[in-house]
């Protein structure tokens, strides 16, 4: 069995799984160490731009979206996050009526 690594060269691995575009695999090892270091915030936000990267190689943009916001949370000043969500397209609309009550009462076709 290999020796465990201890967490600062756990986080420099999966730094350069992410360098390597491995996004999967580096979002995995930043989660086992958030799990692991539920104080450490960094592997946090690590592991959800990993997680977004993901999302974006698969085409899910609303996903990749919500995670870059989650990184973001942790830390406002993370500035992969910030690049990375300022080139994503719009948020589609996917709401012909509105919210929720705008569907339930009709208001934008002027109906109560």
Partial sequence: MAP???PEEAFEAALE???RRKWAEGRKA???LAIG???EKRFRIHMHYAWAKEYLDLGR???ARSELRRAL???ADFR???RTL???PPPRDDKPYGGLFSKLFRMNQGHY
């Fill in 4 to 6: 465990s690594l201890d």
């Fill in 17 to 19: 799984l992410c360098r």
């Fill in 30 to 32: 930043f989660q086992d």
């Fill in 37 to 39: 270091n539920s104080k």
């Fill in 61 to 63: 943009t609303e996903e």
């Fill in 73 to 75: 949370s942790l830390d």
């Fill in 80 to 82: 992969p996050a910030e």
């Fill in 86 to 88: 300022a080139e994503l």
